[in-house]
């Protein structure tokens, strides 16, 4: 199974910590499933970004202007070929075995059109919400079955719901994405049994702020959320309204 996934990151490299983040997400695939990935796609927010990650299979993306998660996202994905596609998350760390198990599930189940792996030191993925079994779970509650920072899912499944919808520039875009595979009857699920590390909240020091977790900034984006899917609740993950507060 050679080149039967393609990955997509998306960085912002302003600094040498930030590029060496981006490159530990990037050796780490490469590390792990060498052998499996076609291509990588680094989407870098930095248009003055001179570096290189020293491997042939990784291509550097600078769309330039204003930083839109699923925009950028889906610029990588329309130069996707692989049966499958990862990401995009730049402060992950993937462990072993973690796609190679992605991908058996979903080349043994044609039904699964999209997993995610779990991070132990995240709160929802303790051993109170998800057991240490190596099992597959099926569902779409975000930040339970849905890690927002990182999935793996068969390519079609974008030519059932379309690109990613670039309304969502950052928040709640892991709702959108979930609620479209829901509606439209693509099962969705986790599995205990491919892991990552990911580092929450890591890059909001360095975001551009409209991205910063700011109630003005969240409830937006959750307005839009709501009524895309007529104000329907939207999982354990959903949108709630934030008071503003003083820093």
């Not at 983040?21 to 248009?47: F, H, M, P, R």
């Not at 998660?69 to 610029?75: C, H, L, T």
Request: net charge neutral; hydrophobic share 30%.
């Amino acid at each position: 199974m050679k080149n039967i996934i393609d990955i997509i990151i998306l960085s912002l490299a302003i600094d040498e910590n930030t590029f060496l983040k981006t490159k530990k997400c990037v050796d780490s695939y490469l590390k792990t499933a060498d052998d499996l990935i076609g291509k990588i796609y680094v989407v870098e927010s930095n248009e003055n970004f001179n570096n290189s990650y020293g491997n042939k299979k990784v291509e550097i993306i600078k769309p330039g202007g204003k930083f839109n998660y699923n925009k950028f996202f889906n610029i990588a994905l329309e130069r996707c070929k692989s049966k499958y596609i990862m990401g995009p998350n730049n402060d992950l760390e993937i462990q072993p075995n973690c796609i190679q198990t992605l991908i058996n599930e979903m080349e043994n189940n044609e039904n699964i059109s999209s997993l995610c792996p779990i991070d132990r030191e995240w709160h929802r993925h303790t051993k109170m919400y998800l057991p240490n079994d190596n099992k597959l779970y099926f569902g779409y509650d975000v930040s339970l079955h849905m890690f927002g920072c990182v999935f793996c899912c068969k390519r079609d499944v974008f030519s059932k719901i379309g690109l990613l919808d670039e309304k969502f520039y950052f928040f709640y875009q892991d709702n959108d994405y979930v609620m479209c595979l829901e509606r439209n009857n693509l099962l969705h699920g986790v599995h205990t049994g491919a892991r990552v590390t990911h580092k929450s909240g890591g890059t909001d020091n360095i975001a551009p702020d409209h991205c910063k977790y700011t109630p003005k900034n969240m409830n937006e984006q959750g307005d839009i959320l709501v009524n895309k899917w007529n104000s329907e609740p939207f999982k354990s993950g959903g949108f709630k309204k934030f008071k503003e507060y003083n820093l």
